[in-house]
């Protein structure tokens, strides 16, 4: 896969920390779980979700740096909708490097699990396709793949749990089977459903994704 570059001067203004919450959790047995938020949402967004699909666990739930939509965002779009992978590529080692540093810094060695919606999905995949060591696995709600051309690096077997909707307007058909296939020629253990709902995170999304991570 050739990854895209930015110019130096693009590079430069691209924060390396982030707005976020941590929530300790009442079971440190259990896998930290990384929050990352839609086009427009913000730290706090997620962190309820956190609660319905893990109950007690550590969470990190981290605010984008690209301001969108009257919220934030965790890279550029270009204006034509279109995924700017110059963008993604150079925001995924501060954003990498801020999670584990963070996770770190509260005494929690478990690699975490990445929980992405939206915009947060497509992060979400970025990093386990770029860094896989980073997460123990990965729920992608409503993704499409960041990149492309097909990656050539080996993930490992990661689980990782994809969920689309069939009636989500806002992606194409078959936008997250590419993503899954990808996944999977990358080594990942991927579980995909296609649910017969809009974009918006549902209770049906909700329960299989509590009934993966408790099969975890």
Same mark, same amino acid.
């Given at each position: 896969?050739?990854?895209?570059?930015? /110019?130096?001067?693009?590079?430069?203004?691209?924060? =390396?920390?982030?707005?976020?919450?941590?929530?300790? +959790?009442?079971?440190?047995?259990?896998?930290?779980?990384?929050?990352?938020?839609?086009?427009?949402?913000?730290?706090?967004?997620?962190?309820? &979700?956190?609660?319905?699909?893990?109950? #007690?666990?550590?969470?990190?739930? &981290?605010?984008?740096?690209?301001?969108? $939509?009257? /919220?934030?965002?965790?890279?550029?779009?270009?204006?034509?909708?279109?995924?700017?992978?110059? $963008?993604?590529?150079?925001? !995924?080692?501060? !954003?990498? @490097?801020?999670?584990?540093?963070?996770?770190? #810094?509260?005494?929690?060695?478990?690699?975490?699990?990445?929980?992405?919606?939206?915009? +947060?999905?497509?992060?979400?995949?970025?990093?386990?396709?770029?860094?896989?060591?980073?997460?123990? +696995?990965?729920?992608?709600?409503?993704?499409?793949?960041?990149?492309?051309?097909?990656?050539?690096? *080996?993930?490992?077997? @990661?689980?990782?749990?994809?969920?689309? /909707?069939?009636?989500?307007? *806002? *992606? =194409?058909? +078959? $936008?997250?089977? *590419?993503?899954?296939?990808?996944?999977? @020629?990358?080594?990942?253990?991927?579980?995909?459903?296609? !649910?017969?709902?809009?974009?918006?995170?549902?209770?049906? $999304?909700? @329960?299989?994704?509590?009934?993966? !991570?408790?099969?975890?």
């Amino acid at each position: 896969m050739t990854i895209p570059t930015l /110019g130096r001067e693009d590079r430069a203004v691209i924060p =390396s920390a982030y707005f976020h919450r941590f929530i300790p +959790g009442t079971s440190p047995d259990k896998a930290p779980v990384v929050m990352l938020h839609g086009s427009g949402g913000d730290e706090h967004t997620l962190v309820a &979700l956190a609660a319905e699909l893990s109950p #007690g666990a550590p969470t990190l739930s &981290l605010r984008g740096t690209v301001e969108i $939509d009257g /919220g934030f965002a965790f890279f550029h779009r270009r204006p034509d909708r279109s995924l700017d992978e110059a $963008d993604i590529v150079a925001r !995924l080692p501060p !954003l990498a @490097q801020f999670i584990n540093s963070v996770l770190i #810094g509260h005494g929690l060695s478990r690699p975490p699990i990445a929980v992405g919606f939206s915009n +947060g999905a497509i992060m979400a995949a970025a990093l386990l396709l770029t860094r896989p060591t980073l997460f123990s +696995g990965g729920i992608l709600l409503r993704p499409l793949s960041p990149f492309v051309a097909d990656p050539s690096a *080996r993930i490992g077997a @990661q689980p990782i749990l994809i969920i689309d /909707g069939e009636k989500d307007s *806002r *992606r =194409s058909p +078959g $936008d997250g089977a *590419r993503l899954a296939e990808r996944l999977i @020629q990358s080594g990942a253990a991927v579980t995909h459903h296609v !649910l017969p709902v809009g974009h918006a995170i549902t209770d049906m $999304d909700k @329960q299989i994704a509590r009934d993966w !991570l408790v099969a975890r």
